[in-house]
C-alpha cells in the first residue's frame, strides 16, 4: 500500500457527529494528520460552511472543495470548476415550485432561498450562518445576463417528494446538463454535469503532485461514493448505506463512535 500523501474528508455524517459537533478524538486525529499530509474537506457545503468547520479543526490554511466539487479553495484562493447551466437552474426551480419542495440556491459564499421556512431553518442551524431572503426570479435573469448558472441548488424535503422530483429531473430536456446526487435521505444537491468531489480531489492532487493511491478518502452517504472509489484507499462510515459502504475498501465505526478518527489513526499509523 502506498503512503498516504492526502486524506480528503467529508464533513457531515463524517468527521462531525449526530450532534454536529467534532468530538476531541476526531479533532486530535485531524491536527496530527494535517501536521504529515494535506488534509482537505470535501463538502456539499458552501465555502463559508466549510470555513466554518475548517476554522473550528485548526485546518483553515488547508485546501477545501466545495459544494461536491464546483468550487475549490487552494492557498486563500476561491476557484471556480464549474457552474450550473441557466437553462437547468431554470427547470430546477420551476419542478420545485410544482411539487411544494424547498429551493436554496448558492453563489460563491452568498445562500438564497425565497423563504425562511424549516428547511432553511435546519440547514441554518447545521452551518451556523442564515440564508439571504430574495426572489429567485431577479437571480434567475443575472443568470441570463451573465450566461452561467449558480455553483449549486440543494432541494430540501421528506424523502417521497424527492424521489418524485428525482424523477421529474431525469426526464427533462436538461437532465444531461446536471448532476444530481442525494447527500442524505432529505437533501437532493444538484451542481452542473461532470462535477463531482472526485473531480476536484484530481484536479488539487495534480497541481499538487500527489498520485490517487495515495489518497485516504472518508465519507457516509451516495455523494461520497465516486470518491470512496476514486481513491487509493474509500473508507466508508459505519452508518452509511449500503451502496456506500459496497463502493469502499473498508468500513469504520460510526459518526457517534469516532469513526473517521479510528479510520486516520489506523491508516496514518500504518505508514510509520
Same mark, same amino acid.
Not at 426526464?171 to 432529505?186: F, H
Not at 495534480?206 to 493511491?213: A, E, K, S
Given at each position: 500500500?502506498?503512503?498516504?500523501?492526502?486524506?480528503?474528508?467529508?464533513?457531515?455524517?463524517?468527521?462531525?457527529?449526530?450532534?454536529?459537533?467534532?468530538?476531541?478524538?476526531?479533532?486530535?486525529?485531524?491536527?496530527?494528520?494535517?501536521?504529515?499530509?494535506?488534509?482537505?474537506? +470535501?463538502?456539499?457545503?458552501?465555502?463559508?460552511? +466549510?470555513?466554518?468547520?475548517?476554522?473550528?479543526?485548526?485546518?483553515?490554511?488547508?485546501?477545501?472543495?466545495?459544494?461536491?466539487?464546483?468550487?475549490? +479553495?487552494?492557498?486563500?484562493?476561491?476557484?471556480?470548476?464549474?457552474?450550473?447551466?441557466?437553462?437547468?437552474?431554470?427547470?430546477?426551480?420551476?419542478?420545485?415550485?410544482?411539487?411544494?419542495?424547498?429551493?436554496?440556491?448558492?453563489?460563491?459564499?452568498?445562500?438564497?432561498?425565497?423563504?425562511?421556512?424549516?428547511?432553511?431553518?435546519?440547514?441554518?442551524?447545521?452551518?451556523?450562518?442564515?440564508?439571504?431572503?430574495?426572489?429567485?426570479?431577479?437571480?434567475?435573469?443575472?443568470?441570463?445576463?451573465?450566461?452561467?448558472?449558480?455553483?449549486?441548488?440543494?432541494?430540501?424535503?421528506?424523502?417521497?417528494?424527492?424521489?418524485?422530483?428525482?424523477?421529474?429531473?431525469?426526464?427533462?430536456?436538461?437532465?444531461?446538463?446536471?448532476?444530481?446526487?442525494?447527500?442524505?435521505?432529505?437533501?437532493?444537491?444538484?451542481?452542473?454535469?461532470?462535477?463531482?468531489?472526485?473531480?476536484?480531489?484530481?484536479?488539487?492532487?495534480?497541481?499538487?503532485?500527489?498520485?490517487?493511491?495515495?489518497?485516504?478518502?472518508?465519507?457516509?452517504?451516495?455523494?461520497?461514493?465516486?470518491?470512496?472509489?476514486?481513491?487509493?484507499?474509500?473508507?466508508?462510515?459505519?452508518?452509511?448505506?449500503?451502496? +456506500?459502504?459496497?463502493?469502499?475498501?473498508?468500513?469504520?465505526?460510526?459518526?457517534?463512535?469516532?469513526?473517521?478518527?479510528?479510520?486516520?489513526?489506523?491508516?496514518?499509523?500504518?505508514?510509520?
Amino acid at each position: 500500500m502506498p503512503a498516504i500523501q492526502m486524506v480528503c474528508s467529508d464533513i457531515d455524517g463524517t468527521i462531525l457527529n449526530s450532534r454536529h459537533q467534532a468530538s476531541q478524538r476526531t479533532r486530535t486525529a485531524i491536527l496530527r494528520a494535517a501536521q504529515q499530509v494535506p488534509f482537505v474537506l +470535501v463538502s456539499a457545503r458552501s465555502p463559508k460552511g +466549510v470555513g466554518a468547520v475548517a476554522d473550528m479543526l485548526g485546518l483553515s490554511h488547508q485546501p477545501m472543495i466545495c459544494f461536491s466539487g464546483a468550487l475549490l +479553495v487552494y492557498r486563500g484562493r476561491l476557484e471556480r470548476l464549474a457552474s450550473l447551466d441557466v437553462g437547468a437552474s431554470a427547470k430546477v426551480v420551476q419542478l420545485c415550485r410544482a411539487l411544494g419542495v424547498h429551493l436554496s440556491v448558492y453563489e460563491g459564499e452568498r445562500w438564497f432561498c425565497e423563504r425562511f421556512d424549516l428547511w432553511a431553518k435546519q440547514e441554518a442551524d447545521i452551518v451556523g450562518f442564515q440564508p439571504e431572503l430574495h426572489a429567485f426570479a431577479p437571480l434567475a435573469a443575472q443568470w441570463r445576463a451573465r450566461q452561467a448558472g449558480p455553483d449549486k441548488l440543494l432541494c430540501m424535503a421528506p424523502p417521497a417528494q424527492l424521489d418524485q422530483l428525482t424523477i421529474w429531473l431525469k426526464a427533462c430536456p436538461e437532465a444531461n446538463l446536471m448532476a444530481i446526487s442525494r447527500s442524505k435521505d432529505t437533501y437532493l444537491e444538484i451542481g452542473a454535469r461532470g462535477v463531482s468531489k472526485p473531480m476536484a480531489i484530481d484536479a488539487l492532487a495534480r497541481r499538487m503532485g500527489i498520485d490517487r493511491q495515495s489518497i485516504l478518502a472518508i465519507g457516509d452517504h451516495y455523494n461520497d461514493i465516486e470518491m470512496l472509489r476514486y481513491a487509493g484507499i474509500g473508507v466508508a462510515m459505519g452508518q452509511a448505506p449500503d451502496p +456506500v459502504k459496497r463502493a469502499a475498501d473498508a468500513i469504520t465505526l460510526t459518526q457517534d463512535e469516532d469513526g473517521a478518527a479510528l479510520a486516520i489513526e489506523r491508516y496514518l499509523r500504518e505508514e510509520k
